[in-house]
């Protein structure tokens, strides 16, 4: 495991407020041959963000910036005393990665509000792994009057330490009031059990019918199961009959065989 730095970058006005903001859960794994930081940001602040960003910063051991890149992250809002999940691939050799820096970007872009109330629901969510993949799938309802556009579902992959591994995110779609609709993602991991231990699939969207604001994101966690081969026949009852020695009465015998729900 590579030396962590961890920094969170200020404009004098906020330093307050950055101080507040907690980095941690950070993970640095090595997936298929490229370093993947990931981390939580706590905002232990009253303040609640809208459409704020975060920045990674990869560095070598001359103190060397060798890349930087806008993360992936869960949702577009963090509000008070809330957290928001986020990942980035250095795009180069891990063996030169000596340092990484993470900060959320304040400049203009970053907008201070109060998300509305969600009325997305989760359900059925299913995380199996299967070699160096965990696919995920379960179902986003929209439960509410509102029509809702630009849902977003989030994959959050965390290792067997509660550290954040990677952050993988649905395509955008609508979802009107009282529709549902089913998502499957699958996310590379590593071949290593330990590395992806559990899930927690994140939704947030935009209101349209209230000016296209933001919704304050919901979320559902689930453990990662182990991909077993599907040996079990379809459900149903098997029945076989015998005539057991010196009776005339038939003995019957009935067996119910049920798919493995984590299989491959």
Same mark, same amino acid.
């Given at each position: 495991?590579?030396?962590?730095?961890?920094?969170?970058?200020?404009?004098?006005?906020?330093?307050?407020?950055?101080?507040?903001? $907690?980095?941690?859960?950070?993970?640095?794994?090595?997936?298929?041959? %490229?370093?993947?930081?990931?981390?939580?940001?706590?905002?232990?602040?009253?303040?609640?963000?809208?459409?704020?960003?975060?920045?990674?910063?990869?560095?070598?051991?001359?103190?060397?910036?060798?890349?930087?890149?806008?993360?992936?992250?869960?949702?577009?809002?963090?509000?008070?005393?809330?957290?928001?999940?986020?990942?980035?691939?250095?795009?180069?050799?891990?063996?030169?990665? %000596?340092?990484?820096?993470?900060?959320?970007?304040?400049?203009?872009?970053?907008?201070?509000?109060?998300?509305?109330?969600?009325?997305?629901?989760?359900?059925?969510?299913?995380?199996?792994?299967?070699?160096?993949?965990?696919?995920?799938?379960?179902?986003?309802?929209?439960?509410?009057?509102?029509?809702?556009?630009?849902?977003?579902?989030?994959?959050?992959?965390?290792?067997?330490?509660?550290?954040?591994?990677?952050?993988?995110?649905?395509?955008?779609?609508?979802?009107?009031?009282?529709?549902?609709?089913?998502?499957? $993602?699958?996310?590379? $991991?590593?071949?290593?059990?330990?590395?992806?231990?559990? $899930?927690?699939?994140?939704?947030?969207?935009?209101?349209?019918?209230?000016?296209?604001?933001?919704?304050?994101?919901?979320?559902?966690?689930?453990?990662?199961?182990?991909?077993?081969?599907?040996?079990?026949?379809?459900?149903?009852?098997?029945? &076989?009959? &015998?005539? &057991?020695?010196?009776?005339?009465?038939?003995?019957?015998?009935?067996?119910?065989?049920?798919?493995?729900?984590?299989?491959?």
């Amino acid at each position: 495991m590579k030396k962590l730095a961890v920094l969170v970058f200020v404009l004098a006005g906020l330093s307050a407020f950055a101080a507040t903001c $907690v980095i941690r859960n950070v993970g640095e794994t090595e997936i298929d041959g %490229d370093l993947v930081y990931g981390a939580e940001m706590r905002n232990e602040t009253t303040l609640n963000m809208l459409n704020h960003r975060f920045l990674v910063g990869f560095i070598d051991d001359d103190g060397e910036v060798i890349n930087t890149k806008n993360a992936t992250q869960c949702s577009r809002t963090m509000q008070a005393n809330a957290s928001n999940y986020y990942s980035a691939d250095s795009g180069v050799d891990p063996d030169d990665v %000596d340092v990484v820096l993470s900060r959320m970007i304040i400049d203009s872009g970053l907008k201070l509000g109060i998300a509305l109330a969600s009325d997305l629901e989760i359900s059925n969510v299913v995380a199996v792994r299967d070699g160096d993949d965990v696919r995920v799938t379960g179902t986003v309802k929209n439960d509410g009057n509102d029509d809702y556009e630009d849902v977003i579902v989030c994959i959050v992959i965390f290792n067997d330490q509660d550290d954040v591994v990677i952050v993988v995110l649905e395509d955008e779609f609508d979802l009107d009031s009282d529709d549902s609709q089913s998502f499957s $993602v699958t996310v590379g $991991v590593t071949d290593d059990d330990d590395d992806s231990d559990r $899930v927690l699939v994140v939704a947030d969207a935009v209101n349209a019918d209230e000016n296209d604001q933001f919704t304050k994101p919901v979320s559902q966690a689930e453990d990662v199961d182990a991909c077993t081969a599907n040996t079990a026949t379809p459900t149903g009852t098997s029945t &076989a009959t &015998a005539t &057991a020695t010196n009776t005339s009465t038939p003995v019957t015998a009935t067996a119910t065989k049920t798919p493995n729900p984590a299989a491959c």
